[in-house]
Nanobody, 129 residues
Framework: QVQLVESGGGLVQAGGSLRLSCASS????????IGWFRQAPGKERELVAG????????YYSDFVKGRFTISRDNAKNTVYLQMNSLKLEDTAVYYC??????????????????????WGQGTQVTVSS
């Protein structure tokens, strides 16, 4: 298992940008598929973006497509979520998550929480008018 730690959240005005980071110090981060989720008060946790361990292909939900970019830097054991053109409705706690290493071999991006085994504690993103 790995310990995942998110950082980079904060308060930003609508139209602005933030970059979130998901990091691990275990030295095996490149072996894991990584997903970014978010959860707003009163709403279900939803998958925002993901990057596959198998070939590095990426996934984006329709509500962030064209605004958010996920990327991986294996040398730094870090996955980034660059968020541009932020909207009020992007306000949420953002989490990074990973399936276990065995499941990460498959060329599948799990869409639901149950598909992920390891979770960070979340970082708050608040978008203001």
């Amino acid at each position: 298992q790995v310990q995942l730690v998110e950082s980079g959240g904060g308060l930003v005005q609508a139209g602005g940008s933030l970059r979130l980071s998901c990091a691990s110090s275990r030295g095996t981060f490149s072996m894991y598929t990584i997903g970014w989720f978010r959860q707003a008060p009163g709403k279900e946790r939803e998958l925002v973006a993901g990057i596959l361990r198998s070939d590095g292909s990426t996934y984006y939900s329709d509500f962030v497509k064209g605004r958010f970019t996920i990327s991986r830097d294996n040398a730094k054991n870090t996955v980034y979520l660059q968020m541009n053109s932020l909207k009020l409705e992007d306000t949420a706690v953002y989490y990074c998550a990973a399936p276990n290493a065995f499941k990460s071999i498959r060329s599948i991006m799990p869409r639901e929480e149950s598909g992920y085994d390891y979770w960070g504690q979340g970082t708050q993103v608040t978008v203001s008018s």
